[in-house]
């Protein structure tokens, strides 16, 4: 399933040649690599795609205008894009580093 949805993500980046497109399906494959292969299934849903999300992205923009244009933060938007595809955000599992410095260290 994992290789269907990128399969699926290389064909709509191929074919939306955007910034817009290649930057929700870059975010979109480091999701499914690096933090939840579970939400392939979400991606696969015939009725979602990357072009859709920007859709809502602009819908959400809008209600931001500042000086006659919209914002929204990079948080925001993959916030927004993983809403889109109801996939429940998960932080990526990191590892435990212990740091410890003794003062004598330092000194």
Do not use: C, H, W
């Not at 795609?49 to 914002?71: H, P, Q, S």
């Amino acid at each position: 399933m994992l290789n269907e949805a990128i399969r699926k993500i290389n064909i709509e980046v191929g074919e939306g040649r955007n910034a817009q497109v290649n930057a929700i399906g870059n975010f979109l494959y480091e999701y499914l690599n690096n933090t939840d292969s579970s939400a392939a299934e979400k991606i696969l849903a015939e009725n979602k795609t990357i072009k859709g999300a920007i859709n809502e992205l602009r819908k959400e923009a809008k209600k931001n205008v500042v000086d006659g244009m919209g914002f929204l933060t990079d948080s925001e938007a993959f916030e927004l894009v993983l809403k889109y595809f109801e996939i429940e955000a998960v932080e990526p599992e990191q590892e435990d580093k212990e740091f410890s410095v003794e003062l004598d260290d330092l000194l």
